[in-house]
């Protein structure tokens, strides 16, 4: 009876929450987040250096670059903004109801999650067949037809399409990537397992993965969808 006992103690140790290589909850969920934030530190300076090849190259060409991102849709653009901020919040609050421990309303809200990270990339698909329709994409198809540009310099403009293409691409990966992971984790919640109901850190350190994501998207659309006409233009929006 007494080792029967045990063995169960050691069964519920093993699938509970708390992992063999932890002394207590504290340290398990302390490993994570230092992890976690490493991973995201990495990951800013990897977008980080995009950033800077962005900056030198729309300094040097200021009016090329604002001339061919007029073939952007800035409404486009703001919908996803937008669905993106809606996302975050959804986010949020399914990590306080997973502090809660109500389970219904965070498999809801993580479904919602997943739905606007695919209406994301729904609205990406359509951005970027456009750009494909009028050979916008860099390389050797690249349009010769200056009027699709907007008279930009077509070397500037296929500069400007390779770091649109780069940038915005990339971070789309990272948007599936998410969707992907918070469907796993869904499933988790859906399974009733004890790994994330019982430990709220597991839903927050996706969050954080998620917000992140969300947050280059903020610095991309203004970066790329809403630059201010510089001085010399004549004509445009």
């Known amino acids: 009876m007494a080792s029967h006992a045990a063995d ?3 069964d519920d140790h093993h699938h509970g929450p708390l992992k063999f290589q932890y002394e207590d909850m504290d340290q398990q969920n302390d490993s994570y987040i230092v992890g976690m934030w490493t991973f995201l530190v990495t990951e800013v300076m990897f ?3 995009l950033f800077l090849i962005y900056t030198l190259y729309r300094s040097n060409y200021q009016i090329d670059w604002w001339k061919a991102h007029e073939h952007l849709s800035w409404q486009l653009g703001g919908v996803n903004t937008a669905n993106l901020l ?7 609050l399914s990590v306080r109801y997973a502090q809660l421990k109500d389970r219904k309303k965070v498999i809801a809200l993580l479904g919602a999650v997943m739905a606007c990270g695919l209406g994301f990339m729904v609205i990406k698909y359509f951005e970027y067949s456009s750009k494909f329709a009028d050979n916008l994409y860099p390389g050797p198809g690249f349009t010769t037809n200056p009027e699709v540009v907007h008279g930009a310099n077509l070397n500037h403009a296929q500069l400007f399409y390779g770091l649109y293409f780069g940038m915005t691409g990339l971070h789309g990966v990272h948007v599936v990537v998410g969707v ?3 469907g796993y984790l869904a499933s988790l919640w859906y399974r009733n397992k004890t790994i994330v109901t019982e430990d709220y850190i597991p839903t927050e350190l996706v969050g ?3 917000h992140f994501v969300d947050i280059v998207w903020i610095f991309l659309y203004p970066l790329f969808y809403l630059m201010p006409k510089p001085n010399g233009v004549v004509g445009g929006h």
């Open 180 to 182: 992907l992971i918070i």
């Open 8 to 10: 169960h103690g050691h």
């Open 47 to 49: 977008f980080g250096a």
């Open 86 to 92: 809606l996302s975050s919040l959804l986010m949020a």
């Open 208 to 210: 954080l993965y998620w």
